[in-house]
């Protein structure tokens, strides 16, 4: 997932289309793969795939703004996924949210305006036991404190130096 490429590749899309349109599932294998592939899917991608499944833009445009997975613009250099689900909300996630919002000065599903990082809410990310969790640039971190948040933060914008 770190190696995202951000332009829209419309012959890649109809390659994923093509390959993945009769499995079953089809329309969230590929709309999965394209972000894996392009990380977020591009609004032009849904005509081509509703050609290659035989469905309706509307039909694929709603499916991929159904699913909070999807992102519809390119995110940042790094993706701050923040569990907000019931356990970690128990330990602290909440509070930590606030703290998080104000640090990038950014709401969930925005991007900084540096465009380093980008603040994703995920409900539940299998770490419970270890809450309140995180995915930091692909990186699970549990019982994250606000200063542990900070540290995390300022280890990542230390490590792009
Ligand atoms: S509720 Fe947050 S990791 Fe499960």
Not at 78 to 93: H, N, T, Y
Request: proline share 4%.
């Amino acid at each position: 997932m770190d190696q995202h490429q951000n332009g829209f590749d419309p012959a890649a899309v109809a390659a994923i289309g093509s390959r993945l349109k009769d499995r079953p599932g089809a329309l969230m294998l590929i709309l999965h793969e394209i972000q894996d592939r392009f990380g977020y899917v591009p609004r032009g991608a849904a005509p081509i795939i509703a050609q290659a499944l035989n469905l309706s833009r509307a039909e694929v445009h709603g499916v991929a703004t159904f699913y909070h997975d999807f992102r519809h613009q390119p995110p940042g250099r790094d993706v701050i996924r923040l569990c907000r689900a019931e356990a970690c909300q128990a330990m602290g996630a909440v509070a930590l949210a606030e703290h998080v919002r104000g640090r990038l000065g950014v709401e969930f599903g925005e991007t900084t305006r540096d465009g380093a990082f980008t603040l994703e809410a995920v409900y539940c990310l299998g770490n419970c036991g270890c809450s309140p969790a995180m995915v930091l640039a692909g990186e699970l971190h549990g019982r994250v404190s606000l200063a542990r948040f900070d540290e995390l933060l300022a280890e990542r914008k230390e490590g792009r130096r």
